[in-house]
């Protein structure tokens, strides 16, 4: 198998820049709250020292005169999936790893593209110039990003033959491992990948438990992590801007029934309902807030998605004055057929059973217990009845 790694270097900041010119050339940090904390996103390739994640104080204390820009999540993903429906017309093996990381499987195209100058040229033109896409190709997931990282600006790299070399002095921070493992790997003394794949993996094992399996294999260059193209689905996006912001529940989920309402006019006669979705506000402070959600039977209409969703917005409360709301359907399914007695106390017990079921579905664990005999004949009180789940 090959893959061709694309990299997006900086795309959040690349984003802001198509939307605002006037950003290029100006030191700036693309920043997202979590919780009462904000955090750093992505800056402009000329800030050194920030990483993604990192605390916004810590960044501006190492760089004082920058522009803060509030990350805008849900357009970044909507740029980069258009950046890979363009890709699709090349190949329609397409993984979206990552935010600006992108596979491609490339076996069988030389058909098509007489050598790989041709098929980057190819991915070249399917990307925005403004993106700077770089471009590895080798033979797994792993090494082609690591070729893809060295490749030269407006050019490609490929790794052929034996990947020993290629690997030997890149040092451990570049394995796609736990943050804890790397640390010990330094701990160890083992800087690069050379130094971890001249050891037998027996040790790596003994120490790193299933993940020390792994290291061993990638410094070897071997990486068995198959390609997972995105399925074709129809995508079901809706979005509303409020007329005015608000910290109003009652307000939101006017803005959601109206938003599920469309989508229940694009999806009621096909018979399905949703199984899951995404919503996300904005705030007026363009704070970013998302929540996936799961239903155990699909919704049907907007009445049952609402409740659902009215629970998640009282457990997680917004950041700030909501501006703007959409949603995402992430999944949709039929109603489940279900036979019903013909005895009425037996369906008002499989009633009282679906709702019992519901209710911890959303609280997670056991919520309502019946008392059931277990040693009637023991002296000890305690140990004559337990209280078990109404499920067992």
Known sequence: MRVLCVLLPHFPWRCEV???????????????????????LD??????GLRP??????ALARHGEVELRHADVPRYWSVFNGILDALERISPLVEGADLGCAYIGVDGLHLIYPDDAALVGAVRESIPEIFAPLVGIAGNKFLACLVARRSPPGGHQALTGEAGSFLRDLPGDVLPVSARSRERLRDFGL?????????????????????GRKIWELANGRDDTPLYPRLAEQAIEESAALPSVTVS?????????????????????AGRGIRGLKLWTRTWGA??????????????DVKSAVSRIKRI???????????QVG???????????????????????DHLLDDIRQLEFRLGNPQVYKVKEIEPWSRIPERRYALTPTDR
Do not use: C
């Open 18 to 40: 198509r939307d605002n010119p006037a950003l290029e050339g100006r030191p700036t940090v693309v920043t997202y709250a979590s919780g009462s904390q904000k955090l750093v």
């Open 43 to 48: 800056h402009s390739p000329d800030l050194d």
């Open 53 to 58: 994640g990192m605390p916004l104080q810590p």
């Open 191 to 211: 800087r690069t990948l050379g130094q971890v794949a001249a050891l037998p993996p027996g040790p790596f094992q003994s120490q790193f438990g299933p993940e």
């Open 249 to 269: 529940l009652e307000a939101i989920l006017v803005a959601v029934e109206t938003l599920l309402a469309r989508v229940f006019g694009r999806i009621g006669p």
């Open 287 to 300: 704070a970013h807030w998302e929540r996936r959600i799961q239903f155990k039977e699909p919704a049907m």
């Open 313 to 323: 917005l009282e457990d997680y409360p917004q950041p700030g004055p909501v501006e």
């Open 327 to 349: 949603l995402g359907i992430t999944g949709l399914g039929y109603p489940r057929g279900r036979q019903k007695s013909l005895f009425s106390e037996i369906r008002a017990r």
